[in-house]
Structures are given as structure tokens and as C-alpha cells.
Antibody, heavy 121, light 106 residues
Framework: QLQLQESGPGRVKPSETLSLTCSVS??????????WGWIRQPPGKGLEWIGS???????YYNPSLKSRVTISVDTSKNQFSLKLSSVTAADTAVYFC?????????????WGQGTLVTVSS | SYELTQSPSVSVSPGQTASITCSGD??????ACWFQQKPGQSPVLVIY???RRPSGIPERFSGSNSGNTATLTITGTQAMDEADYYC?????????FGTGTKVTVL
């Protein structure tokens, strides 16, 4: 059974960079049919896609966040990471990582439990 | 940018049918997915490719997609189905989520 687990600081100061890692177990991040993504959800609000990547390093970002986002992969550790720069209070959210299964059509079938990141001084 | 719009809330009596709609330009030309999210939990995929159910999802969940509207139908709604539901589609290589619908089972 595939499992994803987010990790990283629960609090980040304004203007600094938010850094999170998603550890994948029960499967390989180098699977040819899978992409990997980050999604966030501000408290009491809806889901917002941040971006996704393929194990080869190809990335796709939400245009509204693209200037501040970097998603990268470490295949040796079976992990992928998110960096979001110049954060403000508006970036306070639960951050989820997910697998994007692209065996046929693409769909997000496995999600991590999520981690709350608060932007505050 | 592509947008998916859902009604904010739907109320349904136990045992009745709940229909949740998701509207977007030519949505029927894309595949739609649906996620269920209960408070404090991660979203769970309940429908993908418009109408397919992942393993473990009850048969009472069904989906359709045509024209500008995708629909998630819960037949014989149970109290455990009370949750937020989000539709999702792809616009080029980007993921787009709907605005979300809160389903209340009264």
C-alpha cells in the first residue's frame, strides 16, 4: 500500500522560504506512470493545486504561484520537496502531497495526511 | 485560467439521493474526478474518469460528465457521507479544483 508523509517546519516567518518534504513508501517515486504533486488548503477554505513533477525532473506549476515555487525530486531517498519563497500570512495552510496516477488518464489517488504550516513572526 | 464552480452546499435526508454539480467551460471534453473530504482528513478520491469508482468506494457513489457539467450522485445517502466534496479536472498540464460543496445529511 502506497503511503505519503509530509514533513517540515510547522511555522515559517513572513518573507522566508517554506520547505516541505514528502516521503513515499510502498512504491517507487521513479514509476513511469506516476507524477507527484503538492496541494494546499487554507484553514476553512478549498483545495489549491501548487504544482507537480515527474521523477525525471519535469515540473508543472500553478501560474499564480509559479514565481515563488520550486518542486524537486530526490529519487535516491524516494522523496520530493516543495519550496515556496517570500511567504506571507496568505500562505498559511495545510499542505498535502499526493500521487498522480497517469496509467491512463491522470488522477490523484493517494494523499498524505497533510501538514499545517503557519506563517507568523 | 480555467475555473470549476460548485454550489456551496447541499442538504439531503438519509436514504435519499444527493446530486452535486460542477460547472466549467466544455467540462465534458475533459475527464472529471471527485474527492470527498471529512473534517481534519485528507481528500479521498471517490470518482475518476467521470464515472469510475476506485477500489473500496461504495456503489452508491456514481458520476457523469457532459456538456459543461459534471455530476456526482450519492444514492441512498448515509450519515457517513456528510463531508465536503470537490470536483477536479485538468487544464493542459495543470490541476484545477472546484470550489467545493458541503453535503449535510439531515
Amino acid at each position: 500500500q502506497l503511503q505519503l508523509q509530509e514533513s517540515g517546519p510547522g511555522r515559517v516567518k513572513p518573507s522566508e522560504t517554506l520547505s516541505l518534504t514528502c516521503s513515499v513508501s510502498g512504491g517507487s517515486i521513479s514509476s513511469s506512470t506516476d507524477y507527484w504533486g503538492w496541494i494546499r488548503q487554507p484553514p476553512g477554505k478549498g483545495l489549491e493545486w501548487i504544482g507537480s513533477l515527474y521523477y525525471s525532473g519535469s515540473t508543472y506549476y500553478n501560474p499564480s504561484l509559479k514565481s515563488r515555487v520550486t518542486i524537486s525530486v530526490d529519487t535516491s531517498k524516494n522523496q520530493f520537496s516543495l519550496k515556496l519563497s517570500s511567504v506571507t500570512a496568505a500562505d498559511t495552510a495545510v499542505y498535502f502531497c499526493a500521487r498522480i496516477n497517469c496509467g491512463g488518464d491522470c488522477y490523484l489517488d493517494y494523499w498524505g495526511q497533510g501538514t499545517l504550516v503557519t506563517v507568523s513572526s | 485560467s480555467y475555473e470549476l464552480t460548485q454550489s456551496p452546499s447541499v442538504s439531503v435526508s438519509p436514504g435519499q439521493t444527493a446530486s452535486i454539480t460542477c460547472s466549467g467551460d466544455k467540462l465534458g471534453d475533459k475527464y472529471a474526478c471527485w474527492f470527498q473530504q471529512k473534517p481534519g482528513q485528507s481528500p479521498v478520491l471517490v470518482i475518476y474518469q467521470d464515472s469510475r469508482r476506485p477500489s473500496g468506494i461504495p456503489e452508491r457513489f456514481s458520476g457523469s460528465n457532459s456538456g459543461n457539467t459534471a455530476t456526482l450522485t450519492i444514492t441512498g445517502t448515509q450519515a457517513m457521507d456528510e463531508a465536503d466534496y470537490y470536483c477536479q479536472a485538468w487544464d493542459s498540464s495543470t490541476v484545477v479544483f472546484g470550489t467545493g460543496t458541503k453535503v449535510t445529511v439531515l
